[in-house]
């Protein structure tokens, strides 16, 4: 990198955005630190950051494939209450059963701690869609690895003042929601991912769904 005259980002601190209800009932965590699955649609992590704007600050939840690293759901909102991250859930199951691979009984949703998704409308929600809930330890960078790095490429490749996909300042919730689409669009098509074998995340899925439903040639009989 300093050969070619390149400089890494630095993430900045940040506005908090986890606050637990102590009160609430707490699930187990499912996952215990294993976030990789062996197929779309078994495990995936979830999380919301913030996004200064002209109107104040706007929120942006995300819904992560361990198994791909895809972004399946997302949504923005300029409030942080629970249907700031029950949309993009609906939206991550809509997206799934459009493409024919819809999410079936078992997936898995892990999240924080935080009181958006420890409410009983959040989990009412996982309920009547088959989804088993799974939260992490209170203030543990470890709970949920995929969400914080997605995060963190989000506020770095698209939000940061010289991101090429802005066309100027983010006054209000609807340029928020422009850039936030322009990103994981080109996000799950087109950016490289090491883990992946370099391929972005919306490849690596067709690959895997192309070799399930490829017919194994026939082994001929012996002579």
Not at 130 to 148: F, L, Q, R, V
Not at 172 to 189: I, K, P, R
Request: some cysteine.
């Amino acid at each position: 990198m300093r050969v070619l005259g390149l400089n890494g980002r630095v993430r900045g601190r940040g506005v908090r955005t986890t606050i637990a209800d102590r009160n609430a009932e707490r699930v187990p965590d499912l996952l215990d630190r294993g976030f990789t699955a062996p197929a779309p649609n078994i495990r995936c992590v979830a999380d919301f950051t913030y996004v200064r704007t002209w109107a104040g600050f706007a929120y942006v939840s995300f819904v992560i494939d361990c198994y791909s690293r895809a972004i399946v759901g997302w949504h923005a909102s300029m409030t942080k209450t629970t249907p700031l991250v029950t949309t993009a859930l609906r939206i991550g199951l809509w997206r799934r059963a459009r493409a024919g691979h819809s999410a079936s009984d078992g997936l898995v949703h892990h999240s924080d701690a935080g009181s958006q998704f420890t409410s009983v409308s959040f989990a009412e929600t996982l309920a009547l869609e088959g989804i088993a809930a799974s939260i992490g330890s209170i203030g543990d960078a470890y709970d949920k690895p995929h969400a914080e790095s997605t995060i963190g490429l989000f506020k770095n490749e698209a939000i940061r003042d010289d991101s090429p996909l802005r066309t100027g300042p983010l006054k209000c919730l609807e340029d928020v929601e422009w850039v936030t689409l322009a990103w994981v669009d080109w996000y799950n098509q087109h950016r490289l991912h090491s883990r992946l074998g370099h391929v972005p995340p919306d490849e690596f899925e067709a690959t895997y769904y192309a070799d399930i439903t490829t017919p194994t040639p026939p082994v001929p009989a012996p002579t």
